[in-house]
């Protein structure tokens, strides 16, 4: 694979300073769109929650812009040699949630335990799980070189560890997080030259495997049968579409749409973008998908131009994980896959989803900074340019 041509970093500032003004607006965006959905949930005592949703939210967009903004200035090169260490760490959290004797810190809610909870501090380790997958990926993939193209020395380690942590995941249970974490390494993997022979064959066993899944989980089953039999099928799906239709091209206004007043479940998170039609319409929808395929340009952009092997295979992920999020989510709202509980990156309700893409973008933000530039030897922070 040859080596991008390298330019001086004038001709490449404007690509990142993009990216960061297009993640600003989906966050604030963002931010509007939980206060907006959640503002008629109402707790068990009847007190409605919008106002916190919404505060949590920033809280999230505040530590997590601060993350990006100290990520984007280091330099990302020294990911490598924390490559395992990250991962450990992120499988460590992963076995805490699924050890019988953790459920004071690891609680179950609505049958899954997928969180930690210390007090006020509540993270998701799955959503972890895809940085760390993407960075341990993009490391071994740049040491291994043109072995990757080769199954015994080159996919099978891949194979082993993408197969424990999707294992994990799937364990709390999160089918669809365990899917979309195996299919972001398999990207990168893919990013770094492995045969699309290999892909294929490791498709078709992934397939097999989880129809196997789905069978053995009674409601996976269930959600897999209500999508091949339309929308009415699901009340979810059905009100999710007909939110989606109400908007017509203008939408009903901010805050004015009716199917978060108790017909839509999860309107803030899992069906946000139900939402987002209903209240802004199809010119809002087309707005927000534009944004997402703008993020994903300068991202592809930035992978493209990245200064070495191991930047170009991550921002590769970093802006694979945004944009395949971004389409499972709408195509879940638009009935076009079955249910999946994947949040939209940047918009939908969710600290943990919303820091960790903020720290993937700083990642990026970094990877776009270096292009043009000298490897910094030793913790120095580098100076603007």
Request: a positive charge.
């Given at each position: 694979m040859t080596e991008p041509a390298i330019r001086h970093p004038g001709e490449l500032r404007w690509e990142t300073r993009l990216l960061a003004v297009v993640t600003a607006t989906l966050v604030v965006f963002g931010i509007a769109m939980v206060y907006g959905a959640s503002s008629m949930v109402r707790t068990r005592g009847g007190g409605i929650v919008g106002g916190s949703y919404a505060l949590n939210q920033f809280i999230g967009a505040l530590a997590g812009g601060l993350l990006m903004l100290i990520v984007a200035r280091l330099d990302y090169r020294w990911l490598r040699p924390l490559a395992w260490p990250i991962l450990l760490g992120t499988i460590?959290?992963?076995?805490?949630?699924?050890?019988?004797?953790?459920?004071?810190?690891?609680?179950?809610?609505?049958?899954?335990?997928?969180?930690?909870?210390?007090?006020?501090f509540t993270m998701q380790p799955s959503e972890l799980a895809r940085?760390?997958?993407?960075?341990?990926?993009?490391?071994?993939?740049?040491?291994?070189?043109?072995?990757?193209?080769?199954?015994?020395?080159?996919?099978?380690?891949?194979?082993?560890?993408?197969?424990?942590?999707?294992?994990?995941?799937?364990?709390?249970?999160?089918?669809?997080?365990?899917?979309?974490?195996?299919?972001?390494?398999?990207?990168?993997?893919?990013?770094?030259g492995a045969k699309i022979g290999h892909f294929l064959l490791l498709g078709l066993g992934a397939v097999i495997g989880g129809l196997q899944l789905i069978q053995m989980a009674g409601y996976r089953a269930d959600r897999l049968?209500?999508?091949?039999?339309?929308?009415?099928?699901?009340?979810?799906?059905?009100?999710?579409?007909?939110?989606?239709?109400?908007?017509?091209?203008?939408?009903?206004?901010?805050?004015?749409?009716?199917?978060?007043?108790?017909?839509?479940?999860?309107?803030?998170?899992?069906?946000?973008?139900?939402?987002?039609?209903?209240?802004?319409?199809?010119?809002?929808?087309?707005?927000?998908?534009?944004?997402?395929?703008?993020?994903?340009?300068?991202?592809?952009?930035?992978?493209?131009?990245?200064?070495?092997?191991?930047?170009?295979?991550?921002?590769?992920?970093?802006?694979?994980?945004?944009?395949?999020?971004?389409?499972?989510?709408?195509?879940?709202?638009?009935?076009?896959?079955?249910?999946?509980?994947?949040?939209?990156?940047?918009?939908?309700?969710?600290?943990?989803?919303?820091?960790?893409?903020?720290?993937g973008t700083g990642i990026l933000l970094s990877i776009g900074r270096m292009r043009g530039k000298p490897e910094v030897r030793g913790p120095k922070r580098l100076r603007d340019g």
């Open positions: 460590a959290l992963l076995i805490v949630t699924i050890l019988p004797f953790t459920h004071a810190i690891a609680p179950a809610r609505n049958g899954a335990r997928r969180w930690i909870e210390l007090g006020p940085l760390a997958v993407i960075i341990w990926c993009a490391m071994l993939a740049t040491k291994k070189g043109d072995q990757v193209r080769e199954f015994k020395k080159g996919v099978m380690p891949f194979l082993v560890v993408l197969a424990f942590v999707s294992l994990l995941i799937l364990l709390q249970p999160n089918m669809s997080m365990a899917v979309l974490v195996a299919l972001l390494g398999g990207i990168v993997l893919f990013a770094a049968d209500k999508f091949l039999n339309g929308a009415e099928g699901t009340s979810q799906i059905y009100q999710s579409l007909v939110g989606i239709g109400s908007g017509q091209l203008f939408g009903v206004g901010f805050g004015q749409g009716q199917q978060k007043l108790g017909y839509l479940p999860y309107a803030y998170s899992d069906f946000i973008f139900s939402t987002i039609g209903e209240e802004w319409g199809f010119l809002g929808v087309l707005l927000l998908v534009l944004l997402f395929g703008i993020f994903c340009w300068l991202g592809f952009r930035i992978a493209r131009t990245a200064a070495d092997p191991f930047g170009r295979y991550l921002a590769t992920g970093l802006t694979a994980a945004v944009g395949v999020t971004a389409v499972m989510h709408m195509a879940v709202t638009l009935n076009l896959m079955p249910t999946t509980g994947l949040t939209l990156p940047f918009i939908s309700f969710g600290r943990s989803s919303l820091v960790v893409s903020l720290v």
